[in-house]
């Protein structure tokens, strides 16, 4: 069974900075996509970023260009999202996905088939 599992989230303060992890476990991403999306209330599910199986590419949506570093361990099957500079409108969901499909920075949640469960980032005003 495939399990991707986050942790780090948390309540911030806007400003603040919080660092996300994923792990996998059940089938190695080491050549795969792996991606972090999030989803507010009310709101559609986004990307905040993807990453490529090599780790040298990455992708980010324009709302946290700047702000956002996505980083992988293969050889842990980790993946990782820095955020800096926090605001409250970056409250959401947080969730990691990994792909089968894909080796680039894929930015379709339909290229991801394999989701976490997701970790709460709560930025406070």
């Known amino acids: 069974q495939v399990r991707l599992v986050e942790s780090g989230g948390g309540l911030v303060q806007a400003g603040g900075s919080l660092r996300l992890s994923c792990v996998a476990s059940?089938?190695?991403?080491?050549?795969?996509?792996m991606g972090w999306f999030r989803q507010a209330p009310g709101k559609e599910r986004e990307l905040v970023g993807a990453?490529?199986?090599?780790?040298?590419?990455?992708y980010y949506a324009d709302v946290v260009k700047g702000r956002a570093t996505i980083s992988r361990d293969n050889a842990k099957n980790a993946v990782y999202l820095q955020m800096n500079s926090l605001k409250p409108e970056d409250t959401a969901v947080y969730y990691c996905a990994g792909s089968r499909s894909v080796d680039y920075p894929a930015h379709y949640d339909y290229e991801y088939q394999y989701w976490g469960q997701g970790t709460q980032v709560t930025v406070s005003s």
């Open positions: 990453i490529g199986w090599t780790g040298s590419t990455t």
């Open positions: 059940g089938r190695t991403f080491s050549r795969s996509a």
